[in-house]
């Protein structure tokens, strides 16, 4: 029988046995072991600020005595003081943004059978969202000749700046945290609430009909999801009885028959219900799929951010990994117990780990929702917020009450 | 005349807006624009404007020989040139009276069906991304590369194959290549069950889906539709069972067809076409296998230049986006007098203006994107 030439020089080989079982594959073996160590790099990065202000504050008492003989007044040493903390607090939300974005491009990519980048600084491209930043530094900056051009800059302003100050009551490490206030909680809420205000700001200003279009879902979806997100924080301040973060992560230390840690989300039904509620909230609350329709590139192009280039488009970017690292530390602190280990033979590892690690993982999970699930429509999205997560958050309020009335003093 | 004139029948009241959608915007697939009045989020009117890829591929046929014209017709839908190809060959077999042999048209079924699955997946991936899932891309575009090496090694191109001659195929397959196919198609339908795990039944997917783009079975008829647009309306209408070709009438398949007509429904009709497509494969490299098959692959007795007589032919098949024809007219030249095709996609689009209207802007990406279009065959 006559038969045709083989075209290509070599044939491929298709792993399709390596396919049929993902967890088979190398890379994703790899993708595990990438992902202990991207977590250890992000959380190394958010400790290190935390121990470095521990040792740190000796250095200052030493050397407020010394300028105080100096003559300075204490108030300057104190302002001087709170500046050093606000710069540190400052590099936050970058060095988490630099690390997220990168454990969510090489996580994204072997959820997808591929490799994520691969060559900026060796290896496996750790050096990639650096180099990317520094190229949004040295990007060309474009306003279109319509837009207003006040509000269209002021906008990535008025986004990014409530995500830098929400993270103010947030404890790093022992001694670093910004203001230890005692309405902790609601400060949070309230502050990360205003950032909406840069996203309509920014659609308005663009003077774009999908800007526009983002801007008002934004609005819409936002103002919407704060009210579960917050009804749902509600039993656990019930249950401990302060608003203070601090606070509430250490009323959940301490075990129950001696194996079960005190945990808000172990407790049966109301913490169940409030954990998935505020985590819900939380991923509509970042724009995030499956809810980031304010951005739907589908539709709107990029939504709220299709006129900004540059450093004012990173802005942006900034923000929304920032209220990510937000989210994932107040989860970890309102219903995993903060920095309690799992279990008693586990407390060697010190509390700060726990309490980075549980936000690491509570961030992996945020990105494996992201490249899983498609995306919600705006109507749908309301009304999942208003028919369901809204009812559930009051009735999980009801329990909670039952549960602090009657059942909390059986307990203990 | 002003263009506002020209462009809107009444001027838009205050509280509606105009939205050009396309030509250039991630979803439209290509630079298809569709002019959209809205209300806040939902659209009252929409106009599909079609041709900023018009490359004049009609009339360029007639400055061609026949066996030149072969190779414009890749150009059209390039996410399916078998088809393309396949369809104008029969058209100028049929004024030509020319019989194809056996051994050419199963190697025809077979790799219009490989093209057919190749195609789809690009519509399951591209369709994902319209709703917001990107991971199922990336497998799709994994599976399809599979067929595209499949390709490569039959005819030595990836995407504009021109494989296909008049009377037959240009090559015979080669000799690995059946191996390689079957190891194609013994693992192609364990991934359909995970792509229905990772999208199409997905509750999200399915809520977005279900309830819109709704065309019923009359509305499907008067407007002319085909392909797994039409098939999804519940009418069975196929061109591979009812004007068999290419011994599609000796190949064992079903037709899915959908129920309600709604966007999932065509979603999911392609998706189980595909499974359909991966069993006749299987049956057309059966049949190839066979030792009495003749070994001959392309039709004795056609000339190196082909002059048909004076006259006039109609070809067409199932293409991946519906009844795809090709309408040649002979003055008994060289090259022919007049050639039409009949692009299922530009006729299927029409019915957007329809169905568009009272949906929401997210749903018209979600249905545009169900229509599958390419807009080098729309445009032309």
Known sequence: ?412 | MPIEEKTFEKPLELDQMFVNMGPQHPSTHGVLRIALHMEGEVITKAEPDVGYLHRGIEKLFENRTYTQGLVLTDRLDYLSSMHNNLAYCIAVEKLMGIEVPARAQYIRALVSELNRIASHLIFFGTYGVDIGAFTPFLHAFREREMIMDLFEMLCGARLLYTYMRIGGVAKNLPEDWTAKCREFTGFFPKRLKEYDALLSFNPIFMDRTANIGIISKEEALDWGLSGPVLRATGVNYDVRKFEPYSFYDKLEFEIPLGQTGSTWDRYYCRMREMAQSAGIIDQCLEALSKQDMPPDIIAKGVPKILKPLKGQAYGHIEASRGDLGFYAVSEGEFSPYRMHIKAPTFINTAILQKILVGAKIADVVAILGSFDIVLGEMDR
């Not at chain 1, 990007?139 to 906008?155: C, F, Q, S, V, W």
């Not at chain 1, 774009?208 to 749902?232: C, D, H, W």
């Not at chain 1, 039993?235 to 079960?260: D, H, K, R």
């Not at chain 1, 999205?381 to 559930?392: I, R």
Request: proline content about 5%; hydrophobic content about 55%.
């Open chain 1, 1 to 412: 029988m006559k038969t045709g030439r083989l075209l290509t020089g070599t044939q491929r080989n298709w792993p399709t046995e390596l396919w049929e079982s993902p967890l088979s594959l190398p890379t994703y073996r790899r993708a595990f072991f990438l992902l202990i160590m991207l977590g250890l790099g992000g959380l190394a990065s958010v400790w290190f600020i935390g121990e470095i202000s521990d040792r740190i504050n000796p250095l200052y008492d030493f050397a407020k005595t010394y300028l105080e003989g100096l003559g300075i007044p204490l108030f300057l040493i104190q302002l001087a003081w709170t500046i050093i903390k606000a710069g540190i607090l400052l590099m936050v939300p970058v060095v988490n943004a630099i690390c997220v974005v990168w454990w969510e491009r090489k996580i994204s990519a072997h959820m997808q059978s591929r490799l994520g980048p691969m060559y900026v600084g060796g290896w496996h491209g750790w050096l990639q969202t650096i180099a990317d930043s520094i190229k949004l530094l040295l990007k060309e900056d474009i306003t279109p000749n319509l837009a207003d051009k006040k509000i269209h800059l002021l906008a990535t302003a008025v986004a990014l700046a409530p995500a830098i100050a929400a993270f103010a009551p947030v404890s790093f490490g022992k001694e670093l945290v910004y203001a230890d206030i005692d309405i902790g909680i609601l400060y949070v809420f309230a502050v990360s609430g205003i950032s909406v205000f840069g996203i309509i700001m920014a659609g308005w200003a663009s003077a774009n009909k999908y800007s526009m279009l983002g801007g008002l879902r934004a609005a819409a979806q936002m103002v919407s999801y704060e009210i579960p997100r917050t009804f749902s924080v509600v039993p656990v301040i019930m249950l401990c009885g302060t608003l203070n973060i601090a606070a509430i992560a250490e009323a959940q230390s301490g075990y129950l028959f001696g194996f079960l840690p005190r945990w808000f989300i172990f407790y049966p039904v109301v913490g169940q219900i409030a954990f998935i509620v505020f985590l819900i909230a939380s991923v509509a609350e970042t724009n995030r799929v499956p809810f980031d329709i304010p951005e739907a590139e589908s539709e709107l192009v990029a939504g709220f951010s299709t006129e900004y280039s540059g450093i004012k488009f990173s802005m942006f970017f900034l923000a929304e990994y920032s209220y990510v690292l937000i989210s994932a530390l107040l989860i970890s602190a309102f219903f995993l117990g903060g920095g309690s280990p799992l279990l008693p033979s586990l407390s060697f590892i010190p509390s700060w780990a726990w309490f980075i690690g549980k936000a690491l993982f509570i961030i992996f999970c945020f990105l494996w929702f992201r490249w899983t699930f498609p995306r919600f429509r705006v109507d749908r999205l309301m009304d999942f917020n208003w028919k369901f997560l809204f009812p559930l958050t009051l009735i999980n309020i009801l329990l909670a009450g039952i549960w602090s009335a009657e059942i909390k003093h059986m307990v203990k």
